[in-house]
Every structure is written in structure tokens, then in C-alpha cells.
């Protein structure tokens, strides 16, 4: 089969797989399902979960968008191309509980044809990443080391490698703090003199296979942990960084919005309910300060 | 005197107005100031109100900066200048009850310096921009008079002008939404033909002193309006188009975070507590859909 069909049926079972295991461990909420079109070639199926047992707000789309390229995404990527091809799912869950982290994972396939139709260019993206409001080593060196295991079958010098990319790029640089506790990030995969596309997409399709296995342990390991009004107020001021670091330095973001994308599809990312206090610290020696001091530089975990 | 040290003079006298002015209309709160020296030169005068009676959250700040021109500062305003001195007041007030609009004001004025110390431009700037959650004609109809009467006495063109410049500038472009009803919006106020520095210092602080005569009655009119839950929600749902506006699109907040400015004091404009729900939409003919009609399409108010 062809790469990009390939890649895209893939997505589309992973993503049944996901939101059948989500709502299963739910027990509550199910997805709704919006299909939408792109002007200018192809659509997308998101699937929008809220008001859960657990999750507080989520999303777990896909998309399979194609057509001539637009000049926003030449100028922005700075390539030419005639045409192009792109498919990609793209999760991000916020549970309720403060104790269980936030987690955001995007895998996707871009193609770049001449005026012939031509394929001139290809390549794979992708990754994952946690966000907690409360620091367990133990559950940060599992998100890490199910990554890990699954980058390690195609080269031990991957996981080091998008690990720091990872911490580099999800970095609230007016803060100077991470996001969360990172994972792996990656993209421009194209074929090289160690792996073609082929063995690429392999890896993309197993670090997104990692993502349940990831996840859902911790999910299941805090969601009994029961908190106060003191641990939510804190979760909410820390939605508000990921609030900064979506609008103000995700690239997919901000590319979304500037190029008239699907505002609702691109903005699903954002927690459900966000404080901003000017000026407020946690108290020294707190839980909440241990998190902060490991989001200012960002740690090893496997 | 000389403009620099009048308009500072005037900015720190009007904080401490607009503060005392606030408090006692609060009855609760009051604001606490925090001092901040900028590395480069110059410093601020942060002043926060949070949890009052009426004001959930806000700040009235002024600050007054110079030194060496800043790279960024030079890119960004694409001009050459070997120093700069700037002074400004600027305001955001987020009332707790959803029936009082949010407003925003900025009032300030720039130099810049050859390198032999030589003043080689100087400009003012301003505007103030009222965001209600629910839509009363008559509070939108005062805001925009006030302003339009003390514009008037500088030359009944100006006004107009800009009104347009502040519909077109406070606008989500990725919804194709005005943040709020507007109010004016001015920059770049040189020496022309028609009026001096002096002439644009005077309209400046007559437009700054119609801030408390523009928002104060809308206040009170509005303070003992009863809310529920269902206001609250819609307010906050509008409050993440207030972030959405500040962090993707507002100029000056991008510029302070890209380039390293006081991160607290930049973002003491976000609201206190905030919603995303996924393509959410108010229902037809209710009083919200009245409002984002209005927010689709800006009216002339006066």
C-alpha cells in the first residue's frame, strides 16, 4: 500500500482505538463526533469528550487534508511546492483531577508534489507530552520510558534525541519553564542514509502505539485520588501556562489560526476552566513549588 | 516644562486618580503596588485590585523606561534610534459581575535619540476599548460620547479616525469577531501640519481624563444588576476570547513576552477565570447571541 493511505488508515483506527479506551475508563462522558471540510481539499473527523468522570475536556482528532499548497504554509515551512498532502492525528486530554496529568500527543504525515503531481517531498512528525500538576518520579518515568522502549526498536540514539527536542520546544520562554515534564518530539523525518520513509512511518506508528500504554496506567493509578478545592485552584492557574504556551508559541497554533483554520478544531487543545492571579507563587517547600523547581530545568527520567 | 516630564508627571497623577476613584467605588478591595526596576533603565509602578466587591481583577499601571534602543525594539518598530525614553499608564478592569463591561485603556508617549543624545522623534498613543458580556445601548452609546466630546475639542475629525482604528485593531480575525464595542485607538501622533507635539500631549491627557467619565457610570448603573450561574458561564466563555486576543493577536503583549518584559505585569490584563468549552453557541435571539451579532459587525454609536 502506498504510504500516505497506509498512514492514513492507521490513524484512523488508532483513533477508534483511543477513544474507545478513553471512554471505557471513563464511564461517564462519551465522544461527540463533528465532521468538517476544508475548503480547499480533504476534512477531519474531531472527536470532542467533556463534562467526564474523569475527563474534564478532551479531543482526539484526525485530519486528511489536501490540495494546492497554500502561500502561508510555503512562506512558513519555507519550501516550494505545487501541491500538497497532509494527515495527522492529534490528542490532548484534561482530566478533572488535579493528580492525573494532562497529556497532548500529535503524529502526522506530510507529502509535497511538483506541478506534475510529482512526490518531491515526504516526510513524518510526532510526539507526546505530559503535563502534571503534581510531581510523581514514578509516573514521569513511565510516560518516559514506554516512549522510550518504543524509539529504542528503531535506534537507541532516538529517544535522547527527541527527548531534548521535546523540552526545548514545549518551553514557555517568557517564564523560563517548561510546559510539563516532556516526552519525545519530532519531525522532518524524511529518508536518510540510516532509514527510509518506510522505516520512518514504522516508527511513528509505534511511538503512537506507545501513547495508550503511556498514559492510561497513570490515569488509572491517581483517578481514586481524591482533592480539594486548594489542589484545583492550582491545576487552573497551571492551565493558564498551557493556555500561554499554546497561543503564544505552539507553531501548529498560531499557523492554524493566522491561515483561517478550523478555529474550534485548532483551539480544542485549551482546558475547560483557566485562572490568572498576578504575581502568585506557590509556598516554598510545597508540592506545588517541587513541580515548578523541575519545570525550570527540565530532568533526565530514564 | 518639557513634554517627557509633563506627561509623566500627568500619568502618575491620573494613576493615582483612577485608583483612589476605583477603591471607592469597591468598597472591598484596594490595590497593592508593586515597584519594579527595568535592567535596561527605568522602572514601573504595577498596581493590582483583586477579589473587591465589584473588581474580580485589575491593574493600573505606569511605567517609565529609556536606554540604549533594544534590537527587538528597533526591528519591530522598524525605525533607527541609538536610545529611547517611553512613559505610559495602561489599565484592565475584570468586574465580577457580568453585567459590568471589562475595559482596557493605554495612554503614552515615545522618544527616541540620535547618538549624540539629540531627540530625533517623539510620538503619543492611546485609546480605550469597553468589552461587555451582556449588550446595553445606552452604556455603549456613553462610553463612545465621552470619548467622542473630549476628541472633539481637538478637531471633530479625529473621532472618527480613531474609532475605525480601534474596530479594526482589537478584532479576532481567527473568529472574524470584534473583541468588544470598541472606543478609539491612536498611535504614532507626530507633529503635522495641523498640530504639534504639544497639541497631541493636550488630546492625549484629555482622552486619558475621559477614561473614569467614560466606564465610572456604567459601573454604577449596572453594580446592583442581580447575575446567576449562567451569566457567570457566559462571561467566562467571553473571557477566552479576551486571552485569545491578547496573546495571539494584541501587539504590545507579544512584543514584552518576545522580548523578555516583565511577564507579570504584561499579563495582569488576562482574566481571573476563564472557560474553552468546544464550539460553543449561544441560542438564537437570546440576549448572548444579541451581543455577538453586534461583536460580528461594529456599530456606529454615536
Same mark, same amino acid.
Not at 493558564?240 to 487543545?269: A, P, Q, W
Not at 508540592?287 to 530514564?302: F, M, S, T, Y
Given at each position: 500500500?502506498?504510504?500516505?493511505?497506509?498512514?492514513?488508515?492507521?490513524?484512523?483506527?488508532?483513533?477508534?482505538?483511543?477513544?474507545?479506551?478513553?471512554?471505557?475508563?471513563?464511564?461517564?462522558?462519551?465522544?461527540?463526533?463533528?465532521?468538517?471540510?476544508?475548503?480547499?481539499? #480533504?476534512?477531519?473527523?474531531?472527536?470532542?469528550?467533556?463534562?467526564?468522570?474523569?475527563?474534564?475536556?478532551?479531543?482526539?482528532?484526525?485530519?486528511?487534508?489536501?490540495?494546492?499548497?497554500?502561500?502561508?504554509?510555503?512562506?512558513?515551512?519555507?519550501? &516550494?511546492?505545487?501541491?500538497?498532502?497532509?494527515?495527522?492525528?492529534?490528542?490532548?486530554?484534561?482530566?478533572?483531577?488535579?493528580?492525573?496529568?494532562?497529556?497532548?500527543?500529535?503524529?502526522?504525515?506530510?507529502?509535497?508534489?511538483?506541478?506534475? #503531481?510529482?512526490?518531491?517531498?515526504?516526510? @513524518?512528525? #510526532?510526539?507526546?507530552?505530559?503535563?502534571?500538576?503534581?510531581?510523581?518520579?514514578?509516573?514521569?518515568?513511565?510516560?518516559?520510558?514506554?516512549?522510550? =522502549?518504543?524509539?529504542?526498536?528503531?535506534? =537507541?540514539?532516538?529517544?535522547?534525541?527527541? =527527548? =531534548?527536542?521535546?523540552?526545548?520546544?514545549?518551553?514557555?520562554?517568557?517564564?523560563?519553564?517548561?510546559?510539563?515534564?516532556?516526552?519525545?518530539?519530532?519531525?522532518?523525518?524524511?529518508?536518510?542514509?540510516?532509514?527510509?520513509?518506510?522505516?520512518?512511518?514504522? @516508527?511513528? &506508528?509505534?511511538?503512537?502505539?506507545?501513547?495508550?500504554?503511556?498514559?492510561?496506567?497513570?490515569?488509572?493509578?491517581? &483517578?481514586?485520588?481524591?482533592?480539594?478545592?486548594?489542589?484545583?485552584?492550582?491545576?487552573?492557574?497551571?492551565?493558564?501556562?498551557?493556555?500561554?504556551?499554546?497561543?503564544?508559541?505552539?507553531?501548529?497554533?498560531?499557523?492554524?489560526?493566522?491561515?483561517?483554520?478550523?478555529?474550534? !478544531?485548532?483551539?480544542?487543545?485549551?482546558?475547560?476552566?483557566?485562572?490568572?492571579?498576578?504575581? !502568585?507563587?506557590?509556598?516554598?517547600?510545597?508540592?506545588?513549588?517541587?513541580?515548578?523547581?523541575?519545570?525550570?530545568?527540565?530532568?533526565?527520567?530514564?
Amino acid at each position: 500500500m502506498v504510504t500516505k493511505d497506509h498512514f492514513t488508515q492507521f490513524i484512523h483506527s488508532l483513533q477508534d482505538e483511543i477513544c474507545q479506551a478513553l471512554e471505557e475508563l471513563d464511564g461517564g462522558a462519551q465522544f461527540v463526533e463533528d465532521l468538517w471540510e476544508r475548503p480547499g481539499g #480533504g476534512g477531519g473527523r474531531s472527536r470532542v469528550i467533556s463534562k467526564g468522570n474523569i475527563f474534564e475536556k478532551g479531543g482526539v482528532s484526525t485530519s486528511v487534508v489536501h490540495g494546492p499548497m497554500p502561500d502561508t504554509l510555503k512562506k512558513s515551512m519555507n519550501v &516550494m511546492g505545487h501541491s500538497f498532502f497532509a494527515c495527522g492525528i492529534s490528542l490532548v486530554l484534561h482530566p478533572e483531577n488535579p493528580f492525573i496529568p494532562t497529556v497532548h500527543a500529535n503524529y502526522r504525515y506530510f507529502e509535497m508534489y511538483n506541478g506534475d #503531481g510529482e512526490r518531491i517531498d515526504a516526510w @513524518f512528525g #510526532g510526539g507526546s507530552d505530559l503535563t502534571p500538576y503534581y510531581l510523581f518520579k514514578e509516573d514521569a518515568v513511565h510516560f518516559h520510558k514506554t516512549q522510550k =522502549k518504543a524509539a529504542d526498536s528503531h535506534g =537507541k540514539e532516538l529517544y535522547p534525541r527527541f =527527548k =531534548k527536542q521535546c523540552d526545548d520546544y514545549f518551553r514557555n520562554h517568557h517564564r523560563e519553564e517548561a510546559r510539563g515534564i516532556g516526552g519525545t518530539f519530532f519531525d522532518y523525518l524524511k529518508t536518510d542514509e540510516k532509514r527510509d520513509l518506510e522505516d520512518w512511518m514504522r @516508527f511513528d &506508528m509505534d511511538m503512537a502505539g506507545a501513547f495508550l500504554p503511556s498514559y492510561l496506567p497513570l490515569v488509572k493509578k491517581r &483517578m481514586k485520588t481524591s482533592w480539594n478545592e486548594e489542589h484545583r485552584y492550582w491545576q487552573e492557574l497551571r492551565r493558564g501556562r498551557y493556555v500561554e504556551f499554546n497561543l503564544v508559541h505552539d507553531r501548529g497554533t498560531l499557523f492554524g489560526l493566522k491561515t483561517n483554520g478550523r478555529t474550534e !478544531s485548532i483551539l480544542m487543545s485549551l482546558p475547560p476552566r483557566v485562572r490568572w492571579d498576578y504575581n !502568585s507563587e506557590p509556598e516554598p517547600g510545597s508540592e506545588e513549588a517541587k513541580l515548578l523547581a523541575v519545570l525550570k530545568n527540565p530532568k533526565d527520567w530514564v
